[in-house]
């Protein structure tokens, strides 16, 4: 069977040491698919960046976090 991880931050500072491995090890427990969810603007070149390693196995989902919505939302949703 192959799961969906609907959640996940892979592309975040604290996975840069072992990125791949945790790709690699969702894989082999049956997590084929895994959706990342954008931060904000600054984390949308490390989201693309971890969908172009792993094309068949992580997506990309636009928008802004709750936790990162400030004054300026509208302008940080206009990109």
């Known amino acids: ?3 969906t ?3 996940t931050h892979l592309y975040a500072e604290q996975f840069n040491e072992d990125r791949s491995y945790m790709v690699q090890k ?3 427990k049956g997590i084929g698919s895994m959706l990342l969810p954008n ?3 600054t984390t949308i070149d490390d989201m693309l960046q971890l969908c172009d390693a792993f094309p068949k196995n992580v997506f990309p989902m636009m928008g802004l976090h709750p936790c990162n919505i400030g004054d300026d939302w509208q302008n940080m ?3």
């Open 1 to 3: 069977m192959n799961f």
């Open 5 to 7: 991880d609907t959640h």
């Open 26 to 28: 969702e894989n082999k």
């Open 39 to 41: 931060v904000d603007l």
């Open 77 to 79: 949703m206009q990109i």
